[in-house]
Structure formats: structure tokens, C-alpha cells
């Protein structure tokens, strides 16, 4: 069984378009006059620059940089990782589809949780893989992807690749990196281990530089849609090897990160002061809306996330918890799958800790 998609072992398809940023470093020098790209670069962009400020107008008008070069190496400084096992794109998303594209063809097998990022799933059969499922462990107080589960089926249908959110989603579990490493080692060795990372800012070790290697066939997937707050641009990057990230770029849409999209994520990353505050106070709310749930008898499970996940006594009562605050103008989340219709899950917001704001959800913990 390839690692990768058949067709991708040749030489090729190569980008046509690498852009003009990659040949200004590649020259050393910049190239003041852009007569070959047909981009709008004489739009006056008057609407745009009383609306946004002239830096975003300026910004429209270029196509981006293929190679997202500035977020990289800022990554690179952030995590100790080197640049080449760095690869950035348009949200976690877009890595997930992108892995893939690169690795899956139709009828390959896959391997996810019944019930984690329906994402992944949504993707994998729109590409013809042949999705298998494996139940979470799901007891009180515990709700975590079954590693061993994952492992066996991987084996069993001689899978091109396992899916699995760490931390979860929606659970909210987090496995060290050893349970990681134990996976990784019981897979079989052409089996690439897609793990999401869209919530590792939220770990406690998520600080440590050992935690951003490039494990081998392993893609790791991260985001700056959650801890960063950059959902609405689409931007995420990937850490995986180098060989593999050579692969990957055989399939990936060269532009799809935009320059603005960038210029933020750069903006962020040189305030991480302003991001770690962000990740405190929102793991300082997911400490209170824990204990607060608990303490009305919820069976709220441990996360390492910027959420929580309660099971219900019940899929119905679940249900109908979910309902009665949508009827209040309050949107919690259900996973669509039915293997966790008892889940509820809620972000970690003030708003979700206001007075009354959850008072469906308290009424039926008092009556349950
Ligand atoms: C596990 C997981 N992966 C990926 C994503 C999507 O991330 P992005 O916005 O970067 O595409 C989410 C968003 O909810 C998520 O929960």
C-alpha cells in the first residue's frame, strides 16, 4: 500500500504559479514595476480604503504569497520548528482536504471516531473514501477517543489514514504525547496519522518547544481560528516532514491564503502577549463554566480546549435542551451523529456564564 496517492509518485504537477514574492527572495531584490500578473493593481479601491483604511486596499490588490513566507518564519521562530516541515493554508479545513487530496484516492479507507469533527468525515466521502467509524469511550465522565479502537481498525482495513482531533472535538480530551506516539507506532507504517491540532493553544504544555516537532507519518494540523481569533480570514498551518509537506503541495490551491489573511496572522503572532492573555482568560472561563455545570450535577468532561462538553442523561432530553435554547435566541451544539446525540457542547464565553443565559440547560440538570 503507497503512503500517497498513485499518481502523485511522479515528477510533478508542479505549481505554475510560485509568485512574485518567492522570486523577490529567491533574487534577493525587490521587483518595483508587476507587469505580468494581470492583477488590479490601478483599482483605486476608494469604497474599499473608507471602509477598511488603505493598508487592506493595498493589500486586496496582490495576489498573496504562495509560500506564506512571513508566517512561516515567525512560526518557525514561535515553535522551534524548522521551515521546511512548516506548510500554511487556508484554515484546518483546508489541511484536512489538502491530506487528503494527497493521500486518499476513491474507495481508499479511512479511519475516524464515531462523532468527532464531522468535518473530516464531510470531506473524506465528497473525495469516495470509504469512511469506518469507531465508537468513542463514553462513560460518565468520560468522553475521549479509543486510540486502540483507532489502531485496530487502521490494521484490520489496511487504512490509508486515521483521523483524530487532539484535543477532541466535541469531548474536549486531550492525549499526551506518548498515547500519541503509541498510535502512531500500532498503525501500519503506510498509514498516515492525521492529527487536528485546531486546539492546541489551549493544552497546558501547549508553551513547551518539544511539543511542535514533526512526528514521521504524522500530519498535524493547527489553526488560527481559535486561540488567535482569526476564524473569518481562513488560515492554518501544518507541521509535518518535509517529504511529506513536498507531497502535499503537488495538490494544494497555491493562493488560497490571502494577503490580507496573512498580514493579520504575522500581526498576531508578533503580539503573542495579546494571544497568551486571550488563552488564559478563556481557559479561566472553561475552569468556571466546568465547575459551575458539575456543581448543578452536569456530567461535564475534562477539556483542554476552549470549550465543554456535558453528557446528558439522554439524547432526547439532549434534544430538547438544545431546542429550548435556540427558542431563546441561545445557539449550543449537538453533534449531528447520532452516536453522540447525548453531547452538548458550549464555548467557553462570559455570555455562556450570564445569569439565565443557560437556564434550559439548568432546569433540566435540576430535574434529571
Ligand atoms: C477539530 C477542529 N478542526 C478544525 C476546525 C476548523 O478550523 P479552521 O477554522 O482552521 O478551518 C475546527 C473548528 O471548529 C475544529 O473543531
Not at 473530516?120 to 469516495?128: I, V
Not at 498516515?192 to 504524522?218: H, K
Not at 480546549?305 to 435566541?329: C, K, W, Y
Request: proline share 6%; with cysteine.
Amino acid at each position: 500500500m503507497p503512503r500517497y496517492a498513485r499518481h502523485l509518485y511522479c515528477d510533478g504537477p508542479h505549481n505554475p504559479f510560485p509568485g512574485l514574492k518567492a522570486l523577490e527572495r529567491r533574487l534577493g531584490r525587490e521587483i518595483p514595476h508587476r507587469l505580468g500578473s494581470n492583477e488590479g493593481l490601478d483599482m483605486p479601491h476608494e469604497a474599499l480604503t473608507q471602509r477598511f483604511g488603505g493598508e487592506v486596499a493595498i493589500l486586496a490588490r496582490s495576489y498573496s504569497d504562495a509560500e506564506a513566507f512571513g508566517v512561516r518564519q515567525r512560526l518557525s521562530t514561535h515553535l522551534a520548528s524548522p521551515l521546511d516541515t512548516l506548510l500554511v493554508d487556508a484554515g484546518a479545513d483546508s489541511l484536512i482536504a489538502l491530506a487528503l487530496r494527497a493521500t486518499c484516492e476513491p474507495g481508499s479507507v479511512v479511519i475516524a471516531s464515531a462523532g468527532t469533527y464531522p468535518t473530516f468525515g464531510y470531506f473524506a466521502l465528497g473525495q469516495g473514501c470509504d469512511l469506518q467509524e469507531v465508537p468513542y469511550k463514553d462513560s460518565p465522565g468520560e468522553l475521549a477517543p479509543d486510540l486502540m479502537a483507532l489502531a485496530e481498525a487502521a490494521n484490520y482495513h489496511r487504512a490509508r489514514l486515521v483521523y483524530l482531533a487532539n484535543p477532541d472535538n466535541p469531548g474536549g480530551h486531550l492525549h499526551e504525547n506518548h498515547a500519541i506516539a503509541a498510535l502512531r507506532q500500532a498503525l501500519p507504517e503506510e498509514c498516515t496519522l492525521l492529527l487536528d491540532e485546531a486546539y492546541f493553544d489551549f493544552r497546558p504544555d501547549a508553551s513547551m518547544a518539544n511539543s511542535n516537532e514533526a512526528w514521521p507519518g504524522v500530519i498535524r494540523v493547527r489553526t488560527f481560528s481559535k486561540a488567535h481569533g482569526l476564524a473569518g480570514l481562513r488560515i492554518g498551518y501544518a507541521i509535518a516532514a518535509s517529504q511529506c509537506l513536498e507531497m502535499l503541495q503537488k495538490v494544494r490551491i497555491h493562493y488560497a491564503v490571502s494577503s490580507l489573511a496573512q498580514a493579520a496572522a504575522e500581526t498576531v503572532l508578533d503580539h503573542s502577549d495579546e494571544v497568551q492573555a486571550h488563552i488564559d482568560a478563556v481557559i479561566d472561563r472553561r475552569e468556571r463554566l466546568t465547575r459551575w455545570l458539575r456543581e448543578l450535577g452536569g456530567d461535564v468532561t475534562d477539556s483542554a480546549t476552549n470549550f465543554i462538553a456535558l453528557r446528558m442523561p439522554s439524547a432526547d432530553l439532549a434534544a430538547q435542551v438544545h431546542a429550548e435554547l435556540l427558542d431563546a435566541g441561545s445557539l449550543i451544539h449537538r453533534p449531528p451523529h447520532p452516536a453522540l446525540g447525548h453531547v452538548l457542547r458550549i464555548s467557553a464565553l462570559e455570555d455562556a456564564l450570564k445569569p439565565g443565559r443557560l437556564a434550559a440547560l439548568e432546569k433540566a440538570l435540576g430535574s434529571s
